[in-house]
């Protein structure tokens, strides 16, 4: 089974910077896309970033110019690195590996982390 772990959120002041890593585990020999959602209380889980193995970014409007995705496609690791946090980045930030090939499938899905809580506040 695929599993995937946040680590790297935390408490901190606006403007300040943080950055999220994922790990995708579980005899993993291919992930198509890996990126992040995030979650405010009372809202939809909702697209951050995502980068496919090719290297090719999509950020959500909110965020461009602050965060950026990168991933480490020989280790399944992807990391996000938020700069200029502002309060309304507070949320539950979800790690997800889509279409990923395990053992001996290959799934057309997404898999999800446990999330990681971000607060930014002064």
């Known amino acids: 089974q695929v599993q995937l772990v946040e680590s790297g959120g935390g408490l901190v002041r606006p403007g300040e910077s943080l950055r999220l890593s994922c790990k995708a585990s579980?005899?993993?020999?291919?992930?198509?896309?890996m990126g992040w959602y995030r979650q405010a209380p009372g809202q939809q889980r909702a697209l951050v970033a995502t980068?496919?193995?090719?290297?090719?970014?999509n950020h959500a409007e909110s965020v461009r110019g602050r965060f950026t995705v990168s991933r480490d496609n020989a280790r399944f690791l992807v990391d996000l690195q938020m700069n200029s946090l502002r309060p309304e980045d507070t949320a539950v930030y979800f790690c997800?590996?889509?279409?990923?090939?395990?053992?001996?499938?290959?799934?057309?899905?997404?898999?999800w982390g446990q999330g990681t809580q971000v607060t930014v506040a002064s």
């Open positions: 579980g005899r993993i020999y291919s992930i198509d896309s």
């Open positions: 997800l590996a889509r279409n990923v090939c395990y053992g001996s499938v290959c799934t057309n899905g997404d898999f």
């Open positions: 980068i496919d193995k090719r290297g090719l970014t």
